[in-house]
Structure formats: C-alpha cells, structure tokens
C-alpha cells in the first residue's frame, strides 16, 4: 500500500488483543501488561483503550519491539524451542537454593532468554531429556493439559525385579495416592530397561507408578512429546522445532483452528 494512502479503519484492532495473539500468555497477561505501563505504540505509552494497526503500529513492551510480519499484517511466529534437559538442573524460572535452572541451561545454549519463554510442563531434577520451551499460551495449555493426550515418551532404567504382571498392570493403569493412571504403552527394550508412553503429567508419576509395581527407576530421561523427539540432541543443547515438527505439533495440539 502506498504510504500516501489513509489506513482503512476497519484495519484497527485492540492492542490487548493483538498482543494476547503475539503469544505472552493470553489475553489477561496483555492487559496487565498494558496497565503497569509497560507497552508502547509508536513511542507512547498505551492504555487499555489504545487501538493499533497490526500490520504497522510499533508495539513493543518493555521498549522491547513485538515482531510482525507485515506482508499478512499477522504476528510473527512464536517461538517453540526444544532442550535436552541435563541431570540436576531444575525446572524452574528462579531457585532459592542457587541450583542451576533450565534458563541458565538455555542462555548458555543460545545466548539469551526470547522474551515470553517458558518451559511446557516439568520434569523433575534428576530427570533428563526432552524438555520443550514456548513463548505461546495456548500452545502450552495443550501441550500440558491431559485432556488433548500429548504422548509423552520416556526410557527408563529400573532396578528390582520387574515382572510381566508389573508391566501389564502399568499398561493398564495403577492406583497412585491421586488416582487411578490411565492406561499406558509399555515395552521392555531390554533387562532393565522400558519404553512408557503416559499422556498425563502428574508430579514424579512415572517413578511413582514403577514403585507401584516394586521396582524403582534409577534413570529416567524423555525421548519425545508429541511429535517431537529429542534425537541426538546433545545434553544442554537447545534447537528450534523443524518445520514438519511445528505442523504435526500444531495438527496433534488442535491449534489448526486456535
Ligand atoms: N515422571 C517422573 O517420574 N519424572 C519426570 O520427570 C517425568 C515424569
């Protein structure tokens, strides 16, 4: 459009709309940003009142600019990232103890935090594998929320004798303190060693269902979630999603139409 050409109204939108679309978390976290003060338009400090063109009003929080592209006048991507996560770091943004976090893991790894990043689910300290990290809400929401059955895969090493009644009774789900597990895909790869596919993520649940059946995991690391599998990804190494995984993650998430 030449630059001489006036902006057709209908092309304004809320700015808590447009930014709730840029993948910060949703439409609450744009208003609360916009009320603290913290979002700019073309310089100038918004209101929750404030209207913007998508395609063309500079929008930064934080004095940090919101990419667009501004051929489709849509937000740029969000980001998706993929982390191998290393043995004893914790899955948290801050830890009191002064443990390492998976955010030092990442700023060692690509140099910086993209703003609005946050891990996809846990996993706990002594756990390794595939942790995924997303500056989208509801890309998160359905990667973590059970009710859209994300496969999460993890290879564990168990020791205690581990029958084929244990894992039958795994496969079809085991009586925890908070429930009944839903039934799992189970395979032992080798003595000792088994595949369990869970789509719930419940707190230490894999170790707790494998105590279940009195055997203990000694190593446990995740292998894939969803689409996604860690690969040969090396431990403490970070990499964007492929193309085919982001359209097989967007397929399997339902945010197609989201
Ligand atoms: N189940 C566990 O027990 N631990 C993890 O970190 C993930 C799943």
Not at 11 to 32: C, F, H, N, Y
Not at 68 to 94: C, I, M, Q, W, Y
Not at 124 to 153: E, M, N, Q
Not at 168 to 178: A, F, S
């Amino acid at each position: 459009m030449p630059s001489s050409t006036p902006e057709p109204e209908a092309a304004l939108q809320r700015l808590q709309k447009v930014l709730a679309s840029t993948g910060i978390g949703g439409r609450r976290p744009a208003e609360a940003l916009i009320a603290a003060g913290r979002v700019t338009v073309d310089g100038v400090v918004a209101t929750l009142g404030t209207k913007v063109y998508p395609a063309r009003s500079l929008i930064a929080v934080d004095g940090r600019p919101i990419r667009f592209d501004s051929r489709a006048g849509e937000p740029a991507h969000a980001v998706t990232l993929a982390l191998n996560k290393p043995l004893g770091v914790v899955v948290t943004a801050s830890d009191d103890r002064g443990r390492s976090t998976v955010y030092d893991v990442v700023r060692l790894a690509i140099g910086a935090i993209p703003p609005g990043l946050r891990y996809v689910g846990r996993l706990d300290r002594d756990t390794t594998g595939l942790l995924l990290f997303t500056t989208d809400g509801a890309r998160a929401h359905r990667l973590t929320h059970p009710s859209y059955h994300v496969d999460r895969v993890y290879e564990a090493i168990v020791e205690g004798e581990l029958t084929d009644e244990g894992l039958t009774r795994l496969r079809r789900g085991v009586e925890l303190e908070d429930g009944l597990t839903a039934p799992a895909d189970v395979a032992r790869l080798a003595s000792g060693v088994v595949r369990i596919t869970i789509h719930e993520g419940r707190t230490r649940q894999v170790r707790r269902m494998f105590e279940a059946v009195g055997s203990r995991v000694r190593r446990l690391r995740r292998v894939a979630v969803g689409p996604v599998r860690l690969g040969d990804l090396r431990e403490g190494a970070v990499r964007p999603l492929t193309d085919q995984e982001e359209r097989a993650l967007r397929r399997r998430a339902g945010l197609e139409d989201a």
